[in-house]
């Protein structure tokens, strides 16, 4: 997925870029939704870079799959978590990072 204006004013469970595809790559996207873009188990090998992401419910990217390099994003949360990395083995690199409000961390890595 590339070069796409994503925006949206949902609260909830929402998300701008889902996927559970090996291999995706997500670059160069403008987002502003409840969450910005998840990779799912099975999403693995795969690449976040180069991203403006704004979440206004929860987090700006969320992992639980494997081998993924995020990087060179601007990664916002308005009210949760900006990088939450649940799988393994994910690189996060070279990242502009913040989170406002009631939120548990800019990063939070509970994988290995």
Not at 26 to 38: D, F, H, L, V
Not at 80 to 92: C, H, K
């Amino acid at each position: 997925m590339e070069e796409n204006n994503i925006n949206g004013t949902q609260t909830g469970t929402y998300y701008a870029i889902y996927t559970t595809q090996y291999n995706t790559t997500t670059t160069k996207n403008n987002i502003n939704y409840s969450i910005g873009i998840r990779y799912n188990t099975g999403a693995d090998n795969g690449t976040i870079r180069n991203n403006n992401i704004n979440s206004n419910n929860s987090q700006a990217i969320y992992i639980s799959s494997t081998n993924n390099n995020i990087q060179e994003n601007n990664a916002t949360s308005d009210s949760g978590t900006s990088i939450n990395i649940v799988g393994q083995n994910n690189t996060i690199n070279n990242n502009n990072i913040r989170a406002f409000g009631g939120c548990l961390g800019t990063i939070i890595v509970t994988g290995k």
